[in-house]
């Protein structure tokens, strides 16, 4: 119970990485806010908000459903601030909530590009800026942004997509640098491959033999937000090297197919000379 007494809000929770980064994050003791857009069943993608809570719930941990859209500022500051009036403090801000779409220019029409600004980007953005005072005030926090190392200077047939994830590690490791002095660490992390969700499906990034599980972003996040702080901030992680500088050696426990051994695919799409250097 590495967490126990501590408050994380966490974007896109419903489902997925995000559901089980705040599954995990409750079985260390931290109460959790389960954020996302999905509040009643959907008609095709599983999950909702009160889902994932009543898994937590289940499990012994605390969890508080808020139905959030993070294009919208009102709701953004809204939900922080009942975050605050429930639990009193806020501990970990996770920007997991994302939108993908991988295509050219001409191919990805400027409600498209706005859409992956508003939801990436944009609001990591307001989230972290909703949540600052509250982390300065009682002088610690962790501010995490779902997003890639900063490794490349082009991104053909994927430029709003790279624009808008590589804007979040900007942010990130530009925020680091103002708040530190305030032990609030903001930092950055991706996954080398592929993982298991329902973008991965939908997407067709390969097969379930070249993908792993989210534990291994799980594993990820709690290396991270169970370090003080100032000592670890302004990083932009790759899950895998993070886990091997915390002694992980057995990689095989993440693999979705059991015996397989998954490509790094994910961090392909921004640094092509991974593995090369």
């Known amino acids: ?129 909703y949540a600052l005072p509250h982390m300065i005030k009682q002088q610690y926090g962790h501010i995490l942004m779902a997003s890639p190392p900063i490794s490349i200077d082009r991104a053909p ?11 979040m590690t900007f942010i990130a490791q530009s925020l680091a640098e103002e708040v530190r002095e305030h032990n609030i660490g903001v930092n950055a992390f991706w996954p080398v491959t592929a993982v298991d969700s329902q973008a991965t499906r939908h997407f067709g990034m390969g097969t379930e033999e070249m993908w792993r599980t989210p534990q291994i972003l799980v594993d990820t996040v709690l290396a991270i937000v169970t370090q003080k702080p100032s000592d670890c901030t302004a990083n ?14 057995d990689f095989g426990q993440y693999a979705l197919v059991e015996g397989t051994e998954p490509l790094p695919l994910s961090i392909a799409l921004f640094d092509p000379t991974y593995g090369q250097k």
């Open 1 to 129: 119970m590495r967490l126990q007494g501590q408050v994380a809000f966490i974007t896109g929770a419903s489902r997925g990485i995000g559901k089980e980064i705040a599954i995990g994050l409750a079985k260390e003791g931290c109460k959790v806010v389960v954020t996302a857009k999905t509040s009643d069943p959907h008609g095709v993608l599983p999950g909702t908000i009160h889902e994932t809570v009543a898994e937590i719930e289940a499990r012994g941990g605390q969890a508080l459903a808020i139905q959030l859209d993070v294009r919208y500022d009102e709701q953004i500051e809204a939900a922080i601030n009942l975050t605050i009036e429930t639990w009193g403090r806020l501990d970990i801000l996770i920007n997991n909530a994302g939108a993908i779409h991988m295509a050219s220019v001409l191919d990805t029409p400027p409600k498209r590009f706005d859409l992956m600004m508003g939801i990436n980007a944009r609001a990591a953005y307001v989230c972290s800026f």
């Open 157 to 167: 047939h994927k430029a709003a997509y790279a624009l808008s994830k590589l804007g």
């Open 236 to 249: 932009a992680f790759l899950d895998e090297q993070l886990l091997r500088e915390q002694g992980v050696t």
